[in-house]
């Protein structure tokens, strides 16, 4: 096998514990890893993006009698159509930075773990997703609150910039070092969420096919067996995100859209959840936040991977 190789060479049985893939060249650089995954997600957002202002308005209000379609029938009601699509600029700036830097710096990070094999060991793959969650977050957490800033607000839409003169000027900051720090706020919630979901989606996607590929005997040099692989794990690794996470997407929700100086960090936030809502509040939109995980991650993957393809990058 050259070190040109995209992928194992096929085996009828399971992958051998000892069988190594190789790294092609275009898997050791940066940029490729960074803009397909950039671009994968781009999709994605764009697919579910309605959801995830219906989600954000749900979590929002103060009760919670409307389902996620009563929510949306409600904002097209009395915003119309394209009140669902609300912070969609904002949304596509942090697909492209920090999704992108989220998803892209996995596999970097998992071989810089030592795991350049198809038995990776899961706690390698956990903390190669955690590490690049964080990172994603602590660099590019404004894009994060611009989007939530205006998928919540209601009436009449202003722009992407209008909401960062906002977000600049917030709390009367004076200073260039409290200007910028309005565009961190929840930044610790945010690399929080992050990190569960980056070791919580890129793990359980990886593991997933791994177990899939030694128990089902699914191959990737198979077309359906490629795609069925595909299509299980990213509906494995939704469902696995939702449950992880939706404590700290409340919680980020809440402290993004409220007043300054409101919370004082994320467990302040958890608790006043718990005591006005019940802990069930801490999962208030759960069907929305799974309606648009499980869409967003099977879009998301399945376009990644495709691309992966088409550059001559091997399957994850």
Request: contains cysteine; glycine residues 8%.
């Given at each position: 096998?050259?070190?040109?190789?995209?992928?194992?060479?096929?085996?009828?049985?399971?992958?051998?514990?000892?069988?190594?893939?190789?790294?092609?060249?275009?898997?050791?650089?940066?940029?490729?890893?960074?803009?397909?995954?950039?671009?994968?997600?781009?999709?994605?957002?764009?697919?579910?993006?309605?959801?995830?202002?219906?989600?954000?308005?749900?979590?929002?209000?103060?009760?919670?009698?409307?389902?996620?379609?009563?929510?949306?029938?409600?904002?097209?009601?009395?915003?119309?159509?394209?009140?669902?699509?609300?912070?969609?600029?904002?949304?596509?700036?942090?697909?492209?930075?920090?999704?992108?830097?989220?998803?892209?710096?996995?596999?970097?990070?998992?071989?810089?773990?030592?795991?350049?094999?198809?038995?990776?060991?899961?706690?390698?793959?956990?903390?190669?997703?955690?590490?690049?969650?964080?990172?994603?977050?602590?660099?590019?957490?404004p894009t994060d609150?611009?989007?939530?800033?205006?998928?919540?607000?209601?009436?009449?839409?202003?722009?992407?910039?209008?909401?960062?003169?906002?977000?600049?000027?917030?709390?009367?900051?004076?200073?260039?070092?409290?200007?910028?720090?309005?565009?961190?706020?929840?930044?610790?919630?945010?690399?929080?969420?992050?990190?569960?979901?980056?070791?919580?989606?890129?793990?359980?996607?990886?593991?997933?096919?791994?177990?899939?590929?030694?128990?089902?005997?699914?191959?990737?040099?198979?077309?359906?067996?490629?795609?069925?692989?595909?299509?299980?794990?990213?509906?494995?690794?939704?469902?696995?995100?939702?449950?992880?996470?939706?404590?700290?997407?409340?919680?980020?929700?809440?402290?993004?859209?409220?007043?300054?100086?409101?919370?004082?960090?994320?467990?302040?936030?958890?608790?006043?959840?718990?005591?006005?809502?019940?802990?069930?509040?801490?999962y208030r939109g759960?069907?929305?936040?799974?309606?648009?995980?499980?869409?967003?991650?099977?879009?998301?993957?399945?376009?990644?991977?495709?691309?992966?393809?088409?550059?001559?990058?091997?399957?994850?």
């Amino acid at each position: 096998m050259t070190s040109a190789s995209c992928v194992a060479k096929p085996s009828p049985g399971p992958i051998a514990a000892d069988e190594v893939f190789e790294l092609t060249p275009r898997m050791e650089q940066l940029h490729w890893q960074l803009g397909l995954s950039g671009v994968s997600c781009f999709c994605a957002q764009g697919t579910v993006h309605w959801i995830e202002t219906t989600m954000v308005r749900q979590q929002l209000a103060h009760r919670s009698e409307l389902g996620m379609i009563g929510m949306a029938v409600r904002i097209v009601r009395e915003e119309g159509a394209a009140a669902l699509y609300r912070g969609f600029s904002a949304a596509s700036l942090r697909e492209l930075s920090y999704s992108s830097l989220r998803f892209g710096l996995y596999e970097p990070i998992k071989h810089s773990l030592g795991a350049r094999d198809g038995q990776a060991p899961f706690y390698k793959k956990v903390l190669a997703g955690l590490s690049a969650g964080a990172i994603a977050a602590a660099v590019a957490s404004p894009t994060d609150l611009l989007k939530i800033r205006m998928q919540s607000e209601t009436g009449r839409a202003r722009s992407l910039l209008a909401h960062t003169r906002d977000i600049w000027r917030d709390g009367g900051a004076r200073t260039l070092g409290a200007s910028v720090g309005n565009f961190y706020r929840g930044v610790t919630t945010t690399i929080t969420r992050a990190s569960l979901i980056g070791a919580t989606k890129m793990a359980t996607y990886d593991q997933t096919k791994q177990t899939l590929r030694e128990t089902m005997r699914w191959r990737d040099e198979v077309t359906a067996e490629r795609y069925s692989l595909q299509f299980v794990a990213s509906v494995t690794a939704g469902l696995a995100i939702v449950v992880a996470s939706s404590p700290a997407t409340n919680a980020r929700t809440m402290i993004m859209a409220a007043e300054h100086g409101r919370y004082r960090g994320m467990l302040h936030c958890m608790y006043d959840i718990v005591k006005t809502r019940g802990f069930l509040g801490l999962y208030r939109g759960f069907l929305a936040q799974w309606a648009r995980v499980g869409p967003y991650a099977i879009v998301q993957f399945f376009v990644w991977e495709q691309l992966r393809t088409v550059v001559g990058m091997r399957p994850l």
